[in-house]
């Protein structure tokens, strides 16, 4: 993530928000990787009853990824493959959490599979 050709009043205020941001992707990278862990070492039967349920969890980095698009628009930073990264991660936490909801171990696996795969996880 690099700011665009922009000058800036106070650039050590910019570069503190610049690193607050990239702190907020790694929170998200966090989550996932606690959802993955659980998704890994608890029975279905358990993750249906999660709570809060893996969906919402799903629903609310959704959320916390349109904040930081909205926070990278604000402070004029681009964003690179790292923040596509963050969206291929969340969409696989929500396939993760479909399959919890639906009962189906092998979409389960299949998502469990595609995450382990992934680095930053």
């Known amino acids: ?7 800036y009043k106070d650039l050590d205020l910019h570069k503190k928000a610049t690193g607050r941001f990239r702190e907020m992707h790694a929170i998200i990278f966090g989550e996932i990787s606690s959802i993955l862990k659980k998704a890994k070492l608890m029975p279905l039967i358990e993750l249906r009853k999660h709570n ?9 980095l959704i959320r916390y990824r349109e904040l930081a698009k909205k926070v990278a628009a604000w402070l ?16 696989l936490t929500r396939e993760l959490a479909k399959a919890i909801d639906d009962d189906d171990p092998d979409a389960l696996c299949g998502a469990i599979a595609a995450l382990d795969d992934k680095p930053y996880i």
């Open 1 to 7: 993530m690099t700011a665009k050709n922009t000058e």
């Open 52 to 60: 809060p349920s893996f969906t919402e969890i799903a629903e609310e």
């Open 76 to 91: 004029d930073i681009e964003e690179d493959q790292f923040s596509a990264y963050v969206d291929e991660y969340i969409a």
